[in-house]
């Protein structure tokens, strides 16, 4: 008897593809793979066909098919291409979660963190692109409600909206860490005013503001930069002479206090830091820290 006529009992059929015996009477039970006939004592038999069939079930579950995807291949309602696009699009999920989880243990074990911030960084972590969005969205409406259009301070709202679609395939402990920090941010309603003082004072005429905005801000960088590298105090001699180099030498007390005011209303170390999160985030590199140094021609100009 050849294989295409010879006929195999559920134990022969085991032993043949190294399934269980169980496993293979499941299947048969219900009907991926029916019996051929069956012996005089009732027992089922299969023939090559039914052995060919099993070891594509074998395939298609090995591959991570439900048996009602496999059924339906089977009975050709689907065909072996579009249950193989679909699985890789499931797949590619899967995988996906898989490495925001273990990118969250690599942050963990190297923050030393506690259950609570493990929790919060996991739930940040496994937020769709959409809910991760819908955050940033609402702290923005909120900082920049009422700021009109055309105002400059619409376009600072525009350019905090900008989150990456997706985080990483393979985000890093950096960028799981930046996701808690940046949620951190806006939920702080500190953090919220503050945003809005500046894009509410950034839409105003310079005149409204109250005073002048006689100097280049590359100069500040530049200069003080220098003058800080070298520990330069800003309330002192060589301070003034440095200050003098930025502005006016004969800038009224007056207008260096009210000048002091509008670049104070600007500067915010909280707020570059919101700047570095959203470079991390969208995998863009980063940039020294410059509010210290105006920080310092604050200090220089009140001195």
């Known amino acids: 008897m050849n294989d295409r006529t010879e006929l195999f009992t559920i134990g022969q059929l085991a032993r043949r593809t190294g399934l269980s015996v169980r496993t293979i009477r499941f299947w048969s039970d219900i009907d991926v793979i029916p019996p051929t006939d069956r012996s005089k004592s009732g027992y089922r038999l299969y023939d090559a066909a039914a052995v060919a ?6 395939t298609l579950r090995d591959l991570g098919l439900d048996l009602g995807t496999v059924q339906r291949v089977l009975a050709r309602q689907s065909a072996v291409a579009d249950v193989a ?22 942050s963990v074990a190297r923050r030393n963190s506690t259950t609570e911030e493990m929790r919060v960084m996991n739930k940040l972590a496994r937020l769709s692109a959409q809910e991760r969005q819908r955050m940033i ?24 909206r900008q989150l990456p679609a997706e985080l990483p395939d393979d985000p890093s402990p950096e ?67 440095v200050l003098d180099r ?3 030498p004969g800038l ?4 260096r206090a009210r000048l002091a ?26 940039f020294p820290p410059q509010v210290p140094k105006f920080e310092w021609f604050v200090a220089a100009l009140r001195a």
């Open 261 to 286: 005011d509008e670049v104070a209303t600007f500067t915010d170390r909280r707020v570059e830091r919101y700047w570095e999160l959203l470079g991390v985030l969208n995998g863009r590199p980063s």
């Open 137 to 160: 969205d609402d702290f923005v409406d909120r900082a920049f409600a009422g700021i009109e259009p055309y105002e400059p301070g619409a376009r600072i709202a525009e350019a905090m």
């Open 85 to 106: 696009r679909a699985h890789v699009r499931a797949l590619d999920t899967e995988i996906r979660t898989l490495q925001i989880r273990r990118a969250v243990l690599r």
């Open 252 to 255: 009224s007390t007056e207008d």
């Open 175 to 241: 960028q799981v860490d930046a996701w808690l920090e940046l949620a951190e941010l806006v939920a702080d309603p500190e953090f919220g005013q503050r945003a809005r003082q500046m894009a509410v004072a950034g839409g105003q005429p310079t005149g409204e503001r109250g005073g002048p905005s006689a100097y280049d801000p590359t100069a500040v960088v530049e200069q003080v930069g220098r003058a800080m590298a070298e520990g330069i105090a800003p309330d002192s001699a060589q301070g003034r002479a």
């Open 53 to 58: 069939r099993l070891e594509l079930v074998r």
């Open 246 to 248: 930025i502005v006016d």
